[in-house]
């Protein structure tokens, strides 16, 4: 019986340009469908969380630097990771919400999610997500320019991380097609935590930078981000038999703003 392929720099083209293909809107083709690719691509959901950041945080410090204020800053921070990501990630938690408010059982949920349309549940969500995580990044930036940035990218970066954790091996998908489906269970376990380990690293090196406080709030940001996600995911898994687009997005979009109410602390 022969030993299993280690993956090849050829496999791994494919999976940056799955992660960045999917997740953000970059002209990136993507070429290949497959289980690999979509292993490669999960795995590289927090390098495209990094572009997304640095672009986040350039816009908000761009706007301090005109004398536009924090607030503006802050409504930048989370408003570019929204248009490179076509807003699918906001998309996805109004439809998560919509889904779990219904009380329906799992098939009526799911179809509620396919809706074109937002229904109560998902408008309240997204409101006071989206006022949650404006309200931290301009307390964030109020502290200093670089707490800002570094809440910026720690948010972004750790909500794509969430997607690679959910895409761990024995999450199963909530339906037999869509993003969901492709993507669920791609990841091995080692892999998806090896990737957290990463990003906890960097995230407490770059908060060291400003400090030790700082620094353990990095940390604990991401810690309190992946908790938050996986309660979610859990839940969402119980409700709905799986895993689905949607609950992707949601998951992204409630690690940003844990980590951001986090580093906005202090």
Known sequence: MSAPSRPSPYDALHGLRFAF????????????????AARGGMLCAPLAGLVVAAAAAAAGLLLLFLGAGTLSAAVAGAAVPAVLTRGLHLDGLADTADGLGSGKPAEDALRIMKQSDIGPFGVI??????????????????QSWARGALATAVAAVTARLVLT???????????????????AGVVPVPGALGAALVVLSAATAAGAALGPRTAALAALAVLAA????????????????GVTGDVFGGLAETAATTALVVLSLG
């Open 125 to 142: 969500t997204l409101v006071f997500v989206l006022l949650a995580q404006v309200a931290a990044l301009s307390h964030a930036y109020a």
């Open 165 to 183: 954790l959910a895409a761990r091996a024995g999450v199963p998908a909530a339906r037999p097609e869509g993003l969901g489906a492709a993507v």
């Open 226 to 241: 992946l908790a938050a996600a996986e309660l979610l995911l859990r839940h969402c898994t119980r409700r709905f038999g």
């Open 21 to 36: 293909g999917t997740l953000t809107v970059l002209p990136v083709r993507v070429s290949r469908w497959d289980r690999a």
